[in-house]
């Protein structure tokens, strides 16, 4: 089971409240964020295009992807996750970026 953690705003988009718990299919890969994003999209589907473009599948501006305190976001999303995201310990984050000053 993959925790997630929403930024609030997708939270409340997606109708839910605390992390997500996802099962991510297809446990002879490794997961990626790829995977996570795919699963959470699929229970989700209001979430579709909110965290990655929904035709090239990148990362959209301003948000970021964290794991074990570990900042994901411009490593491959095909970069499997660390163990301790996997077994459940630590959570994926998605988080809402800002900019200005």
Do not use: W
Not at 19 to 34: H, I, K, N
């Amino acid at each position: 089971m993959i925790r997630v953690v929403l930024p609030a705003h997708l939270k409340t988009l997606a109708h839910v409240t605390g992390e997500v718990r996802l099962e991510v299919a297809g446990q002879d890969s490794p997961v990626t964020p790829r995977r996570v994003l795919d699963a959470l999209e699929t229970r989700y589907p209001m979430l579709l295009g909110t965290i990655r473009d929904r035709h090239s599948g990148e990362r959209r501006p301003f948000v970021r992807f964290y794991a074990c305190e570990d900042d994901l976001s411009n490593s491959s999303p095909d970069t499997p996750l660390p163990e301790r995201v996997v077994a459940g310990e630590e959570p994926f984050i998605v988080l809402g970026a800002m900019a200005g000053g």
